[in-house]
T-cell receptor, first 112, second 113 residues
């Protein structure tokens, strides 16, 4: 039972354009969502998060949007840079259960 | 500011053997969680330790056990290794039991032959 899904295994974007990574979840109890970035041979690095009481959170080039009715969130990166090439994981959690439930990841490639 | 550290970086074990992986949390953190990441998948939660006790557990068999020490460092033990235990094992730390954000170490790559 995959509670968090990232349906696109890979995404290729031109440098300078917008990258949009998508994530869907099924458990309506989730109240906090996070995005992690992972380079090869490194652990996941926290990128940005959003609470279920918000529908948008921005941090520099990164913006996360949450649509609770659709149980969908997305990560926008603009402008995309070559250093953004990595695997991106969406994760969800709920109050009282600190464990993170991860999606399968999306490999983002930024082409010069 | 020291981040999360894990040892060893990688190791190879034979089916049926036992293995111990180690983790030191980020400075100031007192909670340690362990995750297993199989190839091509996202990390899966194994368990979490706080105040030297296992607080939460994911869907993993009893062959997976852990420990947390007074200095907040932690060990993950896996007994009777199976080929399917081959994966990247990630340690994550956080502060207290209310923080959602977890910070990950580089992982230990375990190969079971």
């Amino acid at each position: 039972d995959q509670q968090v899904k990232q349906n696109s295994p890979s995404l290729s974007v031109q440098e300078g354009r917008i990258s949009i990574l998508n994530c869907d979840y099924t458990n309506s109890m989730f109240d906090y969502f996070l995005w992690y970035k992972k380079y090869p041979a490194e652990g996941p690095t926290f990128l940005i998060s959003i609470s279920s009481i918000k529908d948008k959170n921005e941090d520099g080039r990164f913006t996360v949007f949450l649509n609770k009715s659709a149980k969908h969130l997305s990560l926008h990166i603009v402008p995309s840079q070559p250093g953004d090439s990595a695997v991106y994981f969406c994760a969800a959690s709920r109050q009282g259960a600190q464990k993170l439930v991860f999606g399968q990841g999306t490999r983002l490639t930024i082409n010069p | 500011d020291a981040g999360v550290t894990q040892s060893p970086t990688h190791l190879i074990k034979t089916r049926g053997q036992q293995v111990t992986l180690r983790c030191s949390p980020k400075s100031g953190h007192d909670t340690v969680s362990w995750y297993q990441q199989a190839l091509g998948q996202g990390p899966q939660f194994i368990f979490q330790y706080y105040e030297e006790e296992e607080r939460q557990r994911g869907n993993f068999p009893d062959r997976f056990s852990g420990h947390q020490f007074p200095n907040y460092s932690s060990e993950l033990n896996v007994n009777a290794l199976l080929l399917g235990d081959s994966a990247l094992y990630l340690c994550a730390s956080s502060y207290g039991t209310e923080s959602y954000e977890q910070y990950f170490g580089p992982g230990t790559r375990l190969t079971v032959t």
